[in-house]
C-alpha cells in the first residue's frame, strides 16, 4: 500500500511541475506564426521543385543510357 500511495504522490507531484513549466511557456502571435508558416510552405515548394528537377535528369540519363545500349 505505501508503494501506491508513492505512485500517487509522484503522479500529483508530475501534474503540478507540468503546469508550472505550461505557464512558462510563451505562445507566437497571429504573425509569427502566419511568417513562420509561410516560410515552411515556401522551403517546401523548393525542396520539392529540387527533387522534381533531380529525378527529371535521373529519368532522362536512363532513358538515354538504355536507349544507347539497346538493339
Do not use: H, Y
Amino acid at each position: 500500500m505505501a508503494e501506491e500511495a508513492k505512485k500517487r504522490k509522484d503522479r500529483g507531484l508530475w501534474f503540478r511541475e507540468m503546469k508550472s513549466e505550461l505557464k512558462k511557456v510563451v505562445w507566437p502571435n497571429r504573425q509569427t506564426v502566419i511568417k513562420n508558416t509561410g516560410t515552411v510552405l515556401l522551403c517546401s515548394l523548393v525542396i520539392g521543385a529540387c527533387i522534381w528537377i533531380f529525378d527529371f535528369v535521373a529519368v532522362s540519363a536512363v532513358d538515354l543510357i538504355l536507349s544507347v545500349f539497346s538493339a
